[in-house]
């Protein structure tokens, strides 16, 4: 018979508007067997019971845009490919221990990491992979120009370039052959580019035919990194299925978005925060002025137009950037205008919808797996409690005690 875990306090279950006080979790083996208002008579006899002070229930955080190469990670021993997928490894359990039980990753590591914590190798969230984003050469992912395209194409960990239709056919089956769930490319160019402006459009309208047409025989979808606002309304009327960032949107680009049902993720802690980020590029701060009102004007907009809005971080457990505060992006999509409802939607039952598993993953309903989180505080209250990896004192995966940290208490 499988342990039944009960967890008592305030439940968030990301379904309804409102959070249920005197609530409970009830977690039979891998799936949650109830969630809602306290009922003694639910709770079978010998279930462990588990609390904390001012404890608050909900879906774990769902990150939909990270770079797990561990290349700018705190904790990286090395520059070889062998050392930075040993310190992913590393920022995997930094994930789960700030509440993050789903991520999609988009880097050359995501399939054998999805891989070793399918089979519980090692300790990390759940893992839709998308392998390496695609870009033009002199486009967004062309870190080094001094380098051949076809040496930075074998030895980058994040990026993969194209030019012409018949590269973006063999690009594109490349990162499905090795194993990417979706296809990320690159609309613009960035602010973290080193060769383009985030202004610039990248591939061009036949080059999105073909990457696009791919993707969708292999019955999943391309979502695009887009800064600059002509790029973005391109790839959008080719018929891209989700936008990263969105960092410059129009009204055009949110009717096109809002009548094809089209996606927007968010990273906008690095967005509001770039101006103020130490020890970045001279190119770096060049562009990053500016961006935080852009972006700021951007999801005003995208939520007048009711856009479905999933959070993303980017974010990649640098000094800058660390994941012990990745839950500082509800608080971001707040500053902005959403209600703190709407951004834990955003982090749970939207990034759920992302990585395909909205049936099993995001919200606390009976019959769904139980990925959850148990933190101190109100997030309705004070969404800011998320921020702090302190606060969250027990995550569980598929119903497996991941996390618990010490405030959790056993009720009698």
């Known amino acids: 018979m499988d342990h039944t875990i009960v967890l008592l306090g305030r439940v968030i279950d990301a379904v309804g508007e409102e959070a249920v006080e005197n609530g409970m979790v009830v977690v039979r083996g891998e799936t949650i067997g109830y969630a809602g208002p306290y009922d003694e008579a639910l709770i079978p006899e010998g279930a462990e019971r588990l609390t904390c002070e001012d404890a608050t229930i909900m879906p774990g955080m769902i990150d939909a845009h990270i770079h797990l190469t561990g290349a700018e990670s705190v904790h990286r021993s090395g520059d070889t490919p062998y050392d930075l997928l040993l310190t992913s490894v590393r920022d995997l359990g930094d994930l789960v221990d700030a509440g993050v039980t789903g991520v999609r990753d988009m880097s050359a590591f995501g399939r054998v990491l999805r891989d070793a914590v ?171 002025q500016g961006v935080r009102e852009h972006a700021m004007h951007s999801f005003r907009l995208a939520r007048q137009y009711g856009l479905t809005v999933a959070l993303g971080t980017d974010y990649s457990n640098s000094e800058n950037t660390p994941f012990r505060h990745i839950g500082q992006e509800f608080y ?55 921020s702090d990896a302190e606060n969250v004192q027990l995550v569980l995966i598929g119903g497996q005690v991941l996390k618990r940290g010490p405030e959790v208490r056993h009720v009698l």
Do not use: W
């Open 118 to 288: 399918r089979k519980g190798n090692i300790r990390g969230p759940r893992i839709m992979a998308g392998s390496r984003v695609l870009s033009i050469s002199s486009g967004h992912c062309d870190s080094d120009p001094f380098r051949p395209v076809d040496q930075c194409n074998e030895e980058d960990l994040t990026g993969f370039m194209m030019d012409g239709p018949e590269a973006c056919y063999k690009g594109v089956r490349r990162q499905f052959r090795e194993g990417a769930e979706f296809i990320k490319i690159c609309a613009t160019g960035g602010v973290s580019s080193a060769v383009d402006d985030y202004n610039d459009q990248e591939f061009s309208e036949e080059e999105l035919r073909v990457i696009i047409g791919e993707a969708h025989r292999h019955n999943t979808y391309v979502t695009a990194h887009c800064t600059g606002t002509s790029g973005t309304k391109a790839a959008l009327k080719a018929g891209i299925d989700g936008v990263e960032h969105g960092v410059m949107l129009d009204e055009e680009c949110c009717e096109i978005m809002r009548e094809n049902h089209v996606p927007l993720v968010t990273t906008l802690s690095v967005s509001l925060g770039l101006a103020d980020m130490k020890n970045l590029p001279a190119h770096m701060m060049r562009k990053a």
């Open 332 to 386: 971001s999509l707040t500053r902005c205008g959403y209600t703190p409802m709407e951004a834990i939607r955003a982090g749970t039952a939207n990034g759920a919808k992302l990585m395909k598993r909205e049936k099993e993953l995001g919200t606390l309903e009976a019959g769904k797996l139980a990925d959850l989180l148990l933190v101190k505080g109100d997030p309705l209250r004070d969404i800011r409690v998320l």
